[in-house]
């Protein structure tokens, strides 16, 4: 079904494609008349809506690539020395912007915004040819598209620029706005980079419209009713307020993070996964902790190209989580200064057991490693990717609390901020040695007591032990900039320390993408990324 979708609206989502020859918007005369024509009727203004989360499931975005990259450029994950050519060069940090992950990447992306401005653009159109009883489902379709719009171009964010703060004023440069849809050839540009701060105030902007669009019941409405097998795979309100939560962390608007992260909670709909059955819940579609993900299926998925069968050991089996013994050859740091994944938890802790220690599946491969098992099914394929879940609702709240209680030295944001960070904990580890932290703003803690400055700490390792491999570790470590070690390979090659002050190293250039070459090449107001 989502295939089918996915060719309808195919023609107008090539109007921009990052790997084309000539430049940025390869726009061709014949896509013209469908890009006009989808929007004249409900069903194929449907349809182009769906299309954007087929889009989605790509293996250059969701399905596999926006997934792994951010845990193997990090101290997460690490690629086998008995592997095929992806991500060679992202594993050892020497990626370049001739990588054809980059470039599928940066394509599938910008294709998913065209669809979105095409939709947004028939705002108007859409809602003149609903009836009367489809006037809340056609705002719905136009707001989902607002939301789907600043979620990616969030992700181009993290992918290939700087964390807003890395300027006081977000003057940095961001990625190319493109919010106006091309449909004929005399409209192509080249657009220039924006700054940070400009694209973040894009985002907040769409956010701000989906939620407006959405219905406030956060219901998702198709053919007129309401959905519910659609609640967790479509945006809405909801979902659309939990990323705000996300984008309002990365901005360090913390009172923003902790309010929207307040409203996904409190709505009820969403539960967190229990220590007995959060290893089977996970990979079951449409559980009680998702709030957004990426639906896949038997028939509709990325097949031998997922993330799934790059992890499971009967397929490619080559991502590999880290852990300390791997560090067996290092520079610039030593094996007393790296904590691997797996080494993160406790043996009691219920998320240990998506690192399965194991013999790679491969002659000559690792043995006694932590293979991946967050994503196995390779099977059946029935196995949604996981964008955002509540657990990150309430650990983006205790760190917002956590930062306005050190920043105005309020005991009372910190007593919350330790209501939410233990809660998770608990959640994931009930074994009598977990012992709930206490926290105190005074610069000599009580006895027992760790300062609310080493709390933050904690609640970013917590974040690591919570998402690995979700694909959050490398935007953690670079907003914060946390210095950490690089595992080129398992125990194969040289280690890396990689640190946010050395600003001039070609490691510290790599904890980003670069934008990928043709955009350069072809567009003389396109400016590549520093080391690149």
Known sequence: FMKKIYSIIAISGMLLMASCSKDFLDVKP????????????????????????????????????????????SDNATRSVRSGNRYTGMNT?????????????????????????????????????????EQEEAAQLVGEAYAVRALVYFDLMKFFARPLNFTADGSHLGVPLVIKPITNITEVVYPARNTAAEVYAQID???????????????????????????????????????????????????????????????????????GNMLQDFRTQ????????????????????????????????ELLGTRQTMNSKSTGTTLSTFKGLYDCYSNTDVRRNFLSLGNRNSLGGEVNVPLCTKYINISTNMENI?????????LSRAEAMARLAVKN???????????DINLIRKSRDTASATKAFTASILAVPPTGAIKATALLDSIIVERRKEFALEGHRIFDLNRTKTD?????????????????????????????????????????????????
């Open 484 to 532: 950490y070690v690089k595992i080129n390979a398992a125990g194969n090659s040289a280690s890396r320390l990689i640190q946010y002050t050395a600003t001039t190293s070609s490691y510290y250039y790599r904890t980003i993408l670069p934008i990928p070459v043709t955009q350069v090449q072809n567009n003389p107001k396109m400016v590549q990324n520093p080391g690149f």
């Open 205 to 275: 902007k769409d956010i701000t419209a989906a939620i407006a669009l959405l219905p406030q019941t956060g219901n998702v409405i198709s053919n007129g009713v309401v959905n519910n097998t659609l609640f967790k795979i479509r945006m809405n309100r909801f979902s659309t307020l939990a990323l705000k939560a996300r984008v309002s962390i990365y901005k360090s608007d913390w009172a923003s993070a902790a309010d929207a992260a307040n409203q996904v909670i409190a709505s009820g709909r969403y539960a967190l996964y229990t220590f």
């Open 30 to 73: 014949q896509q013209r008349v469908l890009t006009e024509d989808v929007f004249k009727q409900m069903a194929t203004s449907r349809a182009a809506v769906n299309g954007l989360y087929s889009l989605m499931q790509s293996y250059s975005y969701y399905g596999r690539d926006a997934m792994v990259i951010p845990e193997v450029l």
């Open 93 to 133: 940090m020497t990626h370049t912007a001739t990588d054809a992950n980059v470039s599928r990447m940066w394509s599938q992306m910008y294709q998913i915004i065209t669809n979105t401005n095409a939709i947004i653009a028939n705002e108007a159109t859409i809602k003149k040819i609903a009836t009367s009883l």
């Open 286 to 317: 449409n559980s009680s902790e998702s709030i957004f993900e990426v639906a896949n299926n038997t028939n509709d998925n990325a097949g031998t190209d997922s993330y799934a069968y790059l992890s499971s050991q009967s397929g490619y089996g």
């Open 409 to 419: 030295s309020d005991a009372n944001s910190l007593t919350s901020s330790l209501v």
């Open 386 to 394: 996981k964008v955002i879940r509540l657990s990150e609702m309430y």
